[in-house]
């Protein structure tokens, strides 16, 4: 078996919750380097994971030459993160939201393109048992073709984005996150940036379609946007409702629930209720067998897709083109909720 050295760049709460964690288990993975700000967290992280080499200037990291990076820094550090680890001939798994700007992830996407480098994004949900199939389905025309959309995402971070508090599972975490990473607007804090990058991801992945136009308005806290609104316009013409907010309690199951209505039928995709079906008009009924809990979310299918990868196998079900389209619609989200409702053209 090919072994893989993996940096980590940006070892903070989630990535000594997760990514890390799967690296570990994996077969033939060597954690090489791993950088975080901090010489004591860092010093800490180095030897609990048994990483070869520590620093925390990202550069002596990437020196190395690792095969693949996760980069897991605050959000608005992505994008340098991302290119120089593209720059030094590592396949790349970056955290969501992909960058804060349009124009630096779409940046990454034509890099990666240009070194011959896999870019993932870290989205979960595409990795979650049968999603390949329904993305097969829907992109295959099983619903025709589409012309509406509903992309629903309810999830349980009013701690993170809301007080000083955080979540309480938070005190008993290898590291407690930063505050100012989740909630500085200006760095891609908020829950537009924060959580409808899951759902919006997933939205535009399984259909394949890219936004043209947003009109949005958010519920503010404080400067930060706790809930959120808005209408989509795709580059098929067809039409899409965007929304949720931070409103389900603390431990609860996000609410992510996404309808797909073509010439043909609907799909119906209620993530956090284990059920999936496709309804035609000409009387048909399809349904993807789900065990209860199948589509529990957790975040090991783009680590263990980024080693397999990078070992030249597998399908990569998180693409950065599509973390860009993300991106581009937040980010215009956010700036037409600023701006009343203007519709904002992209």
Known sequence: M??????????????????????????GVELDGVCRLGADELRRVRDHFGFAFASEDYRDVLARRPDAVIVASPHALHHVHARDALEAGAHVLCEKPMTVAPADAWDLVHRAQRLGRHLLIANGYHYLPKFDEVARLVRGGAVGAIE???????????????????????NNAFFRPARSTWQDPAAGGGFAYGQLSHSIALMLWLTGLRCTGVSARCFMH??????????VTFDNGAVCSVFGGASVPENGRARLRLSIAGSKGIADIDVDLDRCKF?????????????PGEWNYHCAGPVERLIDLSRGTGENLSPGDVGAKTIELIEALVRSAKSDGQTIMI
């Open 148 to 170: 509406q959309v509903s992309c629903q995402f309810c999830s349980a971070t009013r701690p993170v984005f809301a007080g000083a508090v955080g979540f309480a599972r938070w």
């Open 2 to 27: 090919q072994r893989i050295r993996v940096s980590v760049i940006g070892a903070g709460w989630y990535a000594a919750e997760n990514h890390i964690p799967v690296l570990r288990r994996l077969a």
């Open 222 to 231: 404080e400067g930060i946007d706790l809930h959120d609104a808005a209408t």
């Open 279 to 291: 309804a035609l008009h000409d009387g048909s009924l399809r349904e993807i067998p789900l065990a």
